[in-house]
Nanobody, 125 residues
Framework: QVQLVESGGGLVQAGGSLRLSCAAS????????MGWFRQAPGKEREFVAA????????YYADSVKGRFTISRDNAQNTVFLQMNILKPEDTAVYYC??????????????????WGQGTQVTVSS
């Protein structure tokens, strides 16, 4: 099992930036990649971005391409989500998750077997 702890959420005005962090511990060697998902009030949880530990391949939802950047620090077992040009519709609880699935499955929630507790991101207009 991989333990995940997110941090960095908060309140920001539209157009601003936030950087989320996700620190992984435990059986991190068993995961092939990490993902960020988000859930807005009244909506289902949706994929945001993912990255492979090896090779660093990255994947993004269309809604965040060009604004969000996912990165990793393998030595620290930490994944980051840099969010720029934030919009009110980005308001959600953001979750990081770990998977041992291949790259073709990284956008699917059910491919992930370890989840963090979530961090709130609120973007005011």
């Amino acid at each position: 099992q991989v333990q995940l702890v997110e941090s960095g959420g908060g309140l920001v005005q539209a157009g601003g930036s936030l950087r989320l962090s996700c620190a992984a511990s435990g059986r991190t060697f068993s995961s092939s990649g990490m993902g960020w998902f988000r859930q807005a009030p009244g909506k289902e949880r949706e994929f945001v971005a993912a990255i492979l530990w090896s090779g660093g391949g990255t994947y993004y939802a269309d809604s965040v391409k060009g604004r969000f950047t996912i990165s990793r620090d393998n030595a620290q077992n930490t994944v980051f989500l840099q969010m720029n040009i934030l919009k009110p519709e980005d308001t959600a609880v953001y979750y990081c998750a770990a998977t041992n699935a291949g790259r073709y499955y990284l956008t699917f929630e059910r491919a992930y077997d370890s989840w963090g507790q979530g961090t709130q991101v609120t973007v005011s207009s």
